[in-house]
């Protein structure tokens, strides 16, 4: 019910993001013509917030996860229509905390915090094909490269930045390929544009293996036992961030 209801919402702000930039764009379009186009910026930088959805067999073992995204492009072509991508993301689907006490004779006056996560790491290169340029730039995407499903455990203290052990407890990766659209509405024009970026994109990972919360167990001496899962991975990802572009030289 929540992926559906996560599914809807971002349908129903990619249809009034593109209403309402399809109107500016109409009354704007004098100023963003093929003039721009001809001046497409050096390159773009990316960032975005990601709420990833899973889909098919995989949704019967994990909810939804949450995370970023950065990304690159560069134009192959002067107008910037076609340009080459590339892009690392992670999502983290299982977050786990225990509260332990150290070993005697130190015991419980020295606390340690045990987390385990379980992540998702992509990325990959590919084409970008920006169907217009201006105001509004709706965009469709491919990408080559892969995913890895990790999960690892660290200990810290009481400040979580102090962080002093680390340890993967099971991790899976493979080959993967992604494809997807969207639509950039332009907040600022000029050498250095500036663009609110609203992305879909659906992950075809093939089959994984792969841990969640409490596929680890703990023994009483210490030792534990993993029960890995195995399935097919694929998954969606809505992306809401910004996109940065990369003056040219003046120069000629």
Known sequence: MRRAVVVQWVSVALAAALTAGSAQGQ?????????????APAGYLGIGFLAGDPIGELGYHIDQGFGGQLGAAVPVEPTGHLRLRGDFGFLIYGHERQYLCLSAPIGCRIG???????SILFGGLGPEIALA?????????????????GTTSSLS?????????????????????RAGGGIR????SGRKPIHMDFG???HENGVADFLVEGDIVDHPDGSITIYPRRSEADLMTFRIGLSFGIARSRRH
């Open 27 to 39: 009354r704007r379009s004098r100023d963003f013509g093929p003039r721009e186009d001809a001046r």
């Open 112 to 118: 340690v915090d045990l987390t385990t996560t379980n």
């Open 133 to 149: 340029t201006g105001a509004v730039e709706p965009y469709v995407n491919a990408s080559f490269g892969f995913a890895w499903f």
């Open 157 to 177: 203290g009481d400040a979580e930045y102090d962080q002093w052990a680390n340890t993967t407890n099971y991790s899976d990766g493979m080959f993967a390929w």
């Open 185 to 188: 509405l332009r907040l600022r």
């Open 200 to 202: 879909v994109e659906r």
